[in-house]
T-cell receptor, first 115, second 115 residues
């Protein structure tokens, strides 16, 4: 069975600075997808970024980038130039291909961006 | 396009009762997944429906059930409610393409409180 671990329950960062959220996972699959989701206090879950395991290149979306280390089963999220609107719960998630709709989530990291 | 909608947004029930939650996916999306979110267990996958058929199921007791209608709208039902069923129930919809992955779009959730 797959598991996803986020070892940082809470983190804080000053506005405009950079922060990295950690995620490790365990799987015997060779091909899979990894995601970071953001859940602001309003509760609507939003996809931040995704990574296909078969792609060597780390995914980037504007201020958000990942460091994907397949051998180490590590998938960290870097947020650059943090903004107050980045304050939210961040969830790392795993999904096998074709296993539609079955996301396996970590317990989340509560990120607070301070002015 | 309108996003995923869930009704009701808040619900209070007592132990032993049953409850039905509704989810309307984004227009054109044929797959609907349900997740339970609690502070202790985090986000856990309940089940996923596609074309009125349950394709995937998480590790929940039979008190949790669901269905999907021909218009892709989905309902989940919890019978004989227990205090531990208090949670935020999230619905997510996704298009069903031929790719191994389709992005899931989440609704705002239904907050269920069992007294």
């Amino acid at each position: 069975a797959q598991t996803v671990t986020q070892s940082q329950p809470e983190m804080s960062v000053q506005e405009a600075e950079t922060v990295t959220l950690s995620c490790t996972y365990d799987t015997s699959e060779n091909n899979y997808y990894l995601f970071w989701y953001k859940q602001p206090p309003s509760r609507q879950m939003i996809l931040v970024i995704r990574q296909e395991a078969y792609k060597q290149q780390n995914a980037t979306e504007n201020r958000f980038s990942v460091n994907f280390q397949k051998a180490a089963k590590s998938f960290s999220l870097k947020i650059s130039d943090s903004q107050l609107g980045d304050t939210a719960m961040y969830f790392c998630a795993f999904m096998k291909p074709w296993n539609q709709g079955n996301l396996i989530f970590g317990k989340g990291t509560k990120l607070s961006v301070k002015p | 396009k309108a996003g995923v909608t869930q009704t009701p947004r808040y619900l209070i029930k007592t132990r032993g009762q049953q409850v039905t939650l509704s989810c309307s996916p984004i227009s054109g999306h044929r797959s609907v997944s349900w997740y339970q979110q609690t502070p202790g267990q985090g986000l856990q996958f309940l089940f996923e429906y596609f074309s009125e058929t349950q394709r995937n199921k998480g590790n929940f007791p039979g008190r949790f059930s669901g269905r999907q209608f021909s218009n892709s709208r989905s309902e989940m039902n919890v019978s004989t409610l227990e205090l531990g069923d208090s949670a935020l129930y999230l619905c997510a919809s996704q298009p069903q393409g031929l790719a191994g992955y389709n992005e899931q779009f989440f609704g705002p959730g239904t907050r269920l409180t069992v007294l």
